[in-house]
T-cell receptor, first 116, second 111 residues
Framework: EAGVAQSPRYKIIEKRQSVAFWCNPISGHATLYWYQQILGQGPKLLIQFQNNGVVDDSQLPKDRFSAERLKGVDSTLKIQPAKLEDSAVYLC??????????????FGQGTRLTVV | AQSVTQPDIHITVSEGASLELRCNYSYGATPYLFWYVQSPGQGLQLLLKYFSGDTLVQGIKGFEAEFKRSQSSFNLRKPSVHWSDAAEYFC?????????FGAGTRLFVKA
């Protein structure tokens, strides 16, 4: 079974530039998550989709971050404009959960973003 | 409010020694509990999970964890650590749609 695919693996940009990350979840998984993991911290949920609808985006900085999930499958996360404090690893995860039950998530390898 | 505390930022154990990583949580109802492991440059891999039933949960790679409701804890254990276990370990608590991760414990294994 193919895992969660993310690209790119690494990205270096200057502050105020824009950047986009892509995620392809495990086939058939209804739920998709984007997490931000700052060095030395645990993952923090940015946004959660169920199919192509947003379930939770309460911690997404909406003035600069946006995300979409096309046709309930692939997803992109965009930052515009980037700030130095956005330097982190961005993890995409997916889960077969379709209801209120919270199951485990399957994670991609992440995209390491460095903003200089 | 939902929260997870991993009191130890890092732990060093000798290869072959036993291991216990601590996790305390705060959640208003019966939680779903997880332990994940993250090797350098990799995503998180699920070690084990507790949803209900037997409070002693077996996972992959010889790990186990015990849910203690009275102590709001879900500590991870392994009887004999291997050098390949060196990684970062995250405890997580979930309920409904939301999962919260702890800050992690980095495990160092010395020969």
């Amino acid at each position: 079974e193919a895992g969660v695919a993310q690209s790119p693996r690494y990205k270096i940009i200057e502050k105020r530039q824009s950047v986009a990350f892509w995620c392809n979840p495990i086939s058939g998984h209804a739920t998709l998550y984007w997490y931000q993991q700052i060095l030395g911290q645990g993952p923090k949920l940015l946004i959660q989709f169920q199919n192509n609808g947003v379930v939770d985006d309460s911690q997404l900085p909406k003035d600069r971050f946006s995300a979409e999930r096309l046709k309930g499958v692939d997803s992109t996360l965009k930052i515009q404009p980037a700030k130095l404090e956005d330097s982190a690893v961005y993890l995409c995860a997916s889960s077969p959960a379709t209801g209120a039950m919270n199951t485990e998530a399957f994670f991609g390898q992440g995209t390491r973003l460095t903003v200089v | 409010a939902q929260s997870v505390t991993q009191p130890d930022i890092h732990i060093t154990v000798s290869e072959g020694a036993s291991l216990e990583l601590r996790c305390n949580y705060s959640y208003g109802a019966t939680p779903y509990l997880f332990w994940y492991v993250q090797s350098p440059g990799q995503g998180l891999q699920l070690l084990l999970k507790y949803f209900s039933g037997d409070t002693l949960v077996q996972g992959i790679k010889g790990f186990e964890a015990e849910f203690k409701r009275s102590q709001s804890s879900f500590n991870l254990r392994k009887p004999s650590v291997h050098w390949s276990d060196a990684a970062e370990y995250f405890c997580a608590v979930g309920g409904g749609f939301k999962t919260i991760f702890g800050a992690g414990t980095r495990l160092f294994v010395k020969a």
